[in-house]
């Protein structure tokens, strides 16, 4: 199997629960926290693609403070919608769980056994 990488917010109840079911699955896998490490834009264009999204805003979190904030509800420009998640990464959904050239939202976590199968 190829190994996995998991977007990780510790903080997060469903990325810790998404991130456990990875290890009693027992598959190799990279961890990384994107909060530390913000992603580039380009991660995020190849993500959204590995995801099968059309708009970046569907990998936001949209009832976040900084969404409203920064009125990105209004925003019609993707690659400014990216430059916020570039920005702001607490704007990206999580957990995201990738594997070759698919990628999930891991939500419910559930979902990471569907995609291990």
């Given at each position: 199997?190829?190994?996995?990488?998991?977007?990780?917010?510790?903080?997060?109840?469903?990325?810790?629960?998404?991130?456990?079911?990875?290890?009693?699955?027992?598959?190799?896998?990279?961890?990384?926290?994107?909060?530390?490490?913000?992603?580039?834009?380009?991660?995020?264009?190849?993500?959204?693609?590995?995801?099968?999204?059309?708009?970046?805003?569907?990998?936001?979190?949209?009832?976040?403070?900084?969404?409203?904030?920064?009125?990105?509800?209004?925003e019609?420009?993707?690659?400014?919608?990216?430059?916020?998640?570039?920005?702001?990464p607490?704007?990206?959904?999580?957990?995201?769980?990738?594997?070759?050239?698919?990628?999930?939202?891991?939500?419910?976590?559930?979902?990471?056994?569907?995609?291990?199968?």
């Amino acid at each position: 199997m190829q190994n996995l990488v998991i977007w990780h917010n510790p903080r997060c109840s469903k990325s810790r629960q998404a991130l456990s079911l990875l290890d009693e699955s027992g598959v190799e896998k990279e961890v990384v926290k994107y909060l530390e490490v913000s992603p580039t834009k380009e991660q995020l264009k190849e993500l959204l693609k590995k995801l099968g999204f059309e708009s970046a805003r569907e990998l936001m979190r949209t009832k976040e403070d900084i969404y409203k904030e920064l009125n990105l509800k209004e925003e019609t420009d993707e690659q400014k919608l990216i430059e916020a998640m570039v920005q702001h990464p607490k704007l990206i959904e999580r957990p995201v769980i990738i594997k070759g050239d698919k990628a999930i939202i891991a939500r419910p976590p559930e979902r990471v056994e569907e995609f291990l199968a």
